[in-house]
Protein backbone atom coordinates (compact mmCIF):
# COMPACT_ATOMS: atom_id res chain seq x y z
CA UNK A 1 0.00 0.00 0.00
CA UNK A 2 0.96 3.54 -0.73
CA UNK A 3 2.47 5.77 1.95
CA UNK A 4 0.00 8.39 3.19
CA UNK A 5 1.95 11.93 4.04
CA UNK A 6 0.49 14.40 5.76
CA UNK A 7 1.29 17.79 5.92
CA UNK A 8 1.56 19.39 9.33
CA UNK A 9 1.50 22.89 8.77
CA UNK A 10 3.25 25.97 10.38
CA UNK A 11 2.94 27.37 13.26
CA UNK A 12 5.63 29.86 12.27
CA UNK A 13 8.40 30.33 9.58
CA UNK A 14 10.94 28.54 11.77
CA UNK A 15 8.90 25.61 11.22
CA UNK A 16 9.99 25.74 7.24
CA UNK A 17 13.40 23.55 7.84
CA UNK A 18 11.42 21.03 9.48
CA UNK A 19 8.69 20.97 7.27
CA UNK A 20 11.48 21.15 3.96
CA UNK A 21 13.20 17.71 5.87
CA UNK A 22 9.94 15.80 5.85
CA UNK A 23 9.20 16.95 2.29
CA UNK A 24 12.45 15.76 1.36
CA UNK A 25 12.22 12.40 3.22
CA UNK A 26 8.81 11.71 1.49
CA UNK A 27 10.57 12.41 -2.06
CA UNK A 28 13.66 9.69 -1.32
CA UNK A 29 10.75 7.31 0.00
CA UNK A 30 8.74 8.09 -3.54
CA UNK A 31 12.54 7.38 -5.06
CA UNK A 32 12.80 3.84 -3.25
CA UNK A 33 9.16 3.01 -4.10
CA UNK A 34 9.83 3.61 -7.91
CA UNK A 35 12.90 1.66 -7.67
CA UNK A 36 11.55 -1.24 -6.34
CA UNK A 37 8.58 -1.31 -9.04
CA UNK A 38 11.23 -1.13 -11.83
CA UNK A 39 12.27 -4.70 -11.19
CA UNK A 40 10.07 -6.69 -13.45
CA UNK A 41 8.42 -3.54 -14.94
CA UNK A 42 8.18 -3.69 -18.58
CA UNK A 43 7.67 0.30 -18.40
CA UNK A 44 11.16 0.86 -17.32
CA UNK A 45 11.26 4.17 -19.66
CA UNK A 46 8.52 6.22 -18.02
CA UNK A 47 9.65 4.67 -14.55
CA UNK A 48 13.40 5.89 -14.96
CA UNK A 49 12.75 9.43 -16.20
CA UNK A 50 9.98 9.62 -13.46
CA UNK A 51 12.94 8.21 -11.15
CA UNK A 52 15.53 10.92 -12.52
CA UNK A 53 13.08 13.74 -12.45
CA UNK A 54 12.19 12.72 -8.66
CA UNK A 55 16.12 12.99 -7.54
CA UNK A 56 16.55 16.13 -9.09
CA UNK A 57 13.79 17.57 -7.24
CA UNK A 58 14.90 16.47 -3.60
CA UNK A 59 18.00 18.40 -4.95
CA UNK A 60 16.07 21.14 -5.80
CA UNK A 61 14.49 21.34 -2.33
CA UNK A 62 17.74 21.21 -0.70
CA UNK A 63 19.02 24.07 -2.08
CA UNK A 64 16.74 27.79 -0.92
CA UNK A 65 19.01 30.13 0.85
CA UNK A 66 17.38 33.10 3.02
CA UNK A 67 14.17 33.19 4.70
CA UNK A 68 10.95 32.50 3.04
CA UNK A 69 9.39 35.76 2.52
CA UNK A 70 5.56 34.47 2.68
CA UNK A 71 4.63 32.41 5.31
CA UNK A 72 1.10 31.66 3.57
CA UNK A 73 2.14 31.34 0.43
CA UNK A 74 4.76 28.84 1.32
CA UNK A 75 2.34 27.12 3.73
CA UNK A 76 -0.01 26.58 0.52
CA UNK A 77 2.67 25.30 -1.66
CA UNK A 78 3.98 23.13 0.53
CA UNK A 79 0.56 21.60 1.25
CA UNK A 80 0.13 20.78 -2.46
CA UNK A 81 3.41 19.21 -3.02
CA UNK A 82 2.48 17.12 0.31
CA UNK A 83 -0.42 16.42 -1.77
CA UNK A 84 1.53 15.47 -5.52
CA UNK A 85 3.76 13.10 -3.22
CA UNK A 86 0.25 11.18 -2.05
CA UNK A 87 -1.04 11.34 -5.11
CA UNK A 88 2.70 9.89 -6.80
CA UNK A 89 2.29 6.99 -4.35
CA UNK A 90 -0.71 6.18 -5.50
CA UNK A 91 -0.05 6.65 -8.89
CA UNK A 92 3.28 4.19 -8.83
CA UNK A 93 0.87 1.55 -7.07
CA UNK A 94 -1.37 1.72 -9.95
CA UNK A 95 0.97 1.33 -12.30
CA UNK A 96 -0.29 4.67 -14.38
CA UNK A 97 3.35 6.02 -15.67
CA UNK A 98 1.93 8.68 -17.64
CA UNK A 99 0.08 9.69 -14.58
CA UNK A 100 3.24 9.79 -12.58
CA UNK A 101 5.05 11.83 -14.75
CA UNK A 102 2.42 14.56 -15.08
CA UNK A 103 2.33 14.95 -11.53
CA UNK A 104 6.23 14.97 -10.84
CA UNK A 105 6.52 17.59 -13.39
CA UNK A 106 3.92 19.26 -11.31
CA UNK A 107 6.25 18.99 -8.17
CA UNK A 108 9.04 20.39 -10.08
CA UNK A 109 6.99 23.19 -10.82
CA UNK A 110 5.88 23.51 -7.06
CA UNK A 111 9.19 23.54 -5.89
CA UNK A 112 10.31 25.94 -8.11
CA UNK A 113 7.64 28.34 -6.27
CA UNK A 114 8.75 27.10 -2.97
CA UNK A 115 11.91 28.17 -3.89
CA UNK A 116 11.10 31.23 -5.22
CA UNK A 117 9.42 32.77 -1.98
CA UNK A 118 13.66 32.65 0.02
CA UNK A 119 15.15 35.65 0.23
Known amino acids: MARLYVFPGYDDLDDEPEIRQKIYKALKDLEAFIRRRMTGEEALDALGRAL ?10 KTPKGKPSDLEELERIDAEIFDRINGAFSLVQGKDYDGVLQ ?4 LDKLVDRRNNLFK
Open 52 to 61: KAVNMISVKL
Open 103 to 106: VVMD
